[in-house]
């Protein structure tokens, strides 16, 4: 029997992938389930049972949720990835480790097929397709769903002629649990005007007094959250969201283009990483150089792009993340926040590095690094070039 590597969520679409590839196509079917921190154990054991049931010859449950940081998340940590200044990547991302792991079980398994459950709607197929394409490329990419443009209902009724109940109502709304944000779609999500209402998000709001909290960083990785050390940065992450999400933090509405080429909209929960991301970014601007800060804005932001865009692979990713690495050498301290419902400030920091020293002078006030002659012939050497424009062209100031 020829081998296929399904990815597997346990739910419809995978489940109708598993059945049908198995019985209809004749494939030894091997599942495999790529936490990225959506997942507690309970309900990976749970789903684990549930593709025995459906007849797949192996699943193998990755625990990736460590190997995801140091693989994907941390970049956006260092590079304070906000794709279109709003959304943290937060699907996008996990869909690329787990492209990334299910190619890796293919090649051992010396599978002859992979496959996913993705529909031909969004990002998601691309992003499976293209990794396949680059790591496996010999390896046949099978997607039931989106090449045969199944119903929802029509899955249902298949998986129950097979025995397999299936609940054929859909959520009103969808969500997508991750380690750097939760996604939610519905139908406000569908069209251009209207936000999630309070029942569509997954954390409920329950506090509401004003809450301090110092995050420490060492070279760029979030390391301690109140003095409260973590042996790795994922619990650092963990523990932030279980503070911040209850207060709503974090709560936002993502507009963009998707890879095929169409607008859409998500809803996303972000407590953690946009707390983080504006963290790291408030230690960043006092502790690096204006031209750190400058040239790593325009990398990051095409690193970011590229990512959500399945691009992973492309060596160019491996020279922007050496040089976002790099210049997290001194990106280390404390910040202070204040959480509050349903938004935060940051109110500063502290580290050994901080370029604001009193030192060189304060902003606004007197200095102790120039004298006032210095700066006027700064002033005068530094506009020098257009000044010459100016005398040369003086009736084309307006043109």
């Not at 989106?146 to 969500?175: F, P, Q, T, W």
């Not at 007094?209 to 042996?231: M, N, W, Y």
């Not at 953690?272 to 970014?281: D, F, M, R």
């Not at 002078?361 to 700064?378: L, P």
Request: charged share 20%.
């Amino acid at each position: 029997m020829k081998k296929v590597v399904l990815g597997f969520s346990g739910g419809l679409d995978t489940s109708y992938c598993a059945k049908y590839l198995s019985e209809d196509k004749g494939f030894e079917v091997h599942s495999i389930i790529v936490d990225t921190g959506g997942f507690s154990d309970e309900e990976l054991a749970q789903i684990e049972q549930h593709a025995y049931r459906l007849g797949v010859a192996t699943h193998t449950t990755v625990r990736a949720v460590r190997g995801y940081y140091e693989r994907i998340i941390q970049y956006l940590i260092f590079g304070n990835v906000l794709k279109n200044n709003t959304y943290p990547l937060s699907v996008s991302a996990e869909r690329l480790s787990q492209a990334l792991h299910i190619a890796e079980h293919a090649r051992k398994l010396n599978a002859d097929a992979v496959a996913h459950g993705s529909t031909g709607a969004g990002n998601d197929q691309v992003r499976f397709d293209m990794i396949f394409h680059i790591m496996i490329p010999h390896v046949e990419i099978i997607t039931p769903i989106r090449d045969m443009r199944l119903s929802r209902e029509e899955e249902v009724a298949y998986l129950h002629s097979k025995g397999v109940e299936m609940n054929a109502a859909k959520a009103a709304y969808s969500i997508n649990k991750g380690l750097w944000g939760t996604s939610v779609g519905g139908r406000e999500t569908l069209q251009s005007n209207g936000f999630l209402p309070e029942e569509a998000w997954p954390t409920p709001v329950t506090q509401h007094e004003p809450r301090s909290l110092k995050i420490s960083f060492r070279q760029g990785h979030p390391v301690a959250v109140d003095d409260q050390t973590f042996e790795h940065p994922v619990e650092a992450i963990r523990h932030l969201q279980a503070i911040a999400a209850p207060y709503g933090i974090g709560r936002d509405i993502h507009v963009g283009d998707t890879i095929i080429g169409i607008k859409g909209r998500v809803g996303f929960e972000a407590a953690a990483p946009l707390i983080l991301i504006k963290a790291h970014h408030a230690l960043e601007k006092h502790v690096l150089s204006k031209w750190q800060l400058s040239w790593k804005d325009t990398l990051s932001q095409f690193y970011g792009n590229w990512l959500h865009e399945g691009q992973i692979l492309d060596p160019v990713m491996r020279d922007i993340e050496a040089l976002l690495e790099n210049s997290q050498q001194k990106v280390s301290g404390d910040v202070f926040v204040q959480l509050f419902p349903y938004r935060f400030q940051i109110n500063g920091i502290e580290s050994p590095h901080d370029l604001m020293s009193s030192r060189f002078g304060s902003y606004g006030e007197m200095n102790s690094g120039w004298t006032g002659e210095d700066v006027r012939g700064f002033s005068k050497i530094f506009g020098n070039q257009t000044a010459i424009y100016h005398a040369v062209n003086p009736s084309n100031d307006e043109n």
